[in-house]
T-cell receptor
Framework: DAGVIQSPRHEVTEMGQEVTLRCKPISGHDYLFWYRQTMMRGLELLIYFNNNVPIDDSGMPEDRFSAKMPNASFSTLKIQPSEPRDSAVYFC???????????????FGQGTRLTVV | LAKTTQPISMDSYEGQEVNITCSHNNIATNDYITWYQQFPSQGPRFIIQGYKTKVTNEVASLFIPADRKSSTLSLPRVSLSDTAVYYCLVGASGGSYIPTFGRGTSLIVHP
């Protein structure tokens, strides 16, 4: 497997524009996570899915953020409208649920560096 | 979720052994301890995981005392390429493991 694949790797957009980040998890994984990383706040969990169903979106900062997982091999994180403070690196990760529901590792993608000007 | 505390930063030199300690005083019975490594411009990468005593792999060793209230990640003979941020995570008990990251320890290895 090629690992978790994110696109695009870099995105520069103007304030007010819609931005869509994409993620392809590792085939067969049960969980998909979206994270955001900034110098100020570190690595924050935004939302995660289990078997394509959103389980916890309490980390999503505002209604401007939305995430979907239409099937087991694809997820999107959308920001509409985007603002300069959304500038960050966004990571997608996936994992396989362990036999006891834990003790499994998460595999991260290379991230998308978003710059909103 | 058990809270973790680890040093913000550490410095070392090539060839030295580095030990990074993480405190997790309220770790639950079913929690595992996991360490991740993150290089600049990359996503975190799993290094090692353990429940108690000692675990060793090709990258590092993890020491966990009997009370499990802390753990120590040991990197033998570090090189410049070990410069990274190291995160200590404690697994959510009683359910699925949702990796939640703190600020981590920034390790800088000097020549």
């Amino acid at each position: 497997d090629a690992g978790v694949i994110q696109s695009p790797r870099h995105e520069v957009t103007e304030m007010g524009q819609e931005v869509t980040l994409r993620c392809k998890p590792i085939s067969g994984h049960d969980y998909l996570f979206w994270y955001r990383q900034t110098m100020m706040r570190g690595l924050e969990l935004l939302i995660y899915f289990n078997n394509n169903v959103p389980i916890d979106d309490s980390g999503m900062p505002e209604d401007r953020f939305s995430a979907k997982m239409p099937n087991a091999s694809f997820s999107t994180l959308k920001i509409q409208p985007s603002e300069p403070r959304d500038s960050a690196v966004y990571f997608c990760a996936s994992s396989l649920e362990g036999a006891q529901g834990w003790e499994t590792e998460a595999f991260f993608g290379q991230g998308t560096r978003l710059t909103v000007v | 979720l058990a809270k973790t505390t680890q040093p913000i930063s550490m410095d070392s030199y090539e060839g030295q052994e580095v030990n990074i300690t993480c405190s997790h005083n309220n770790i639950a019975t079913n929690d595992y301890i996991t360490w991740y490594q993150q290089f600049p411009s990359q996503g975190p990468r799993f290094i090692i995981q353990g429940y108690k005593t000692k675990v060793t792999n090709e990258v590092a060793s993890l020491f966990i005392p009997a009370d499990r209230k802390s753990s120590t990640l040991s990197l033998p003979r570090v090189s410049l390429s070990d410069t990274a941020v190291y995160y200590c995570l404690v697994g959510a008990s009683g359910g699925s493991y949702i990796p939640t990251f703190g600020r981590g320890t920034s390790l800088i290895v000097h020549p």
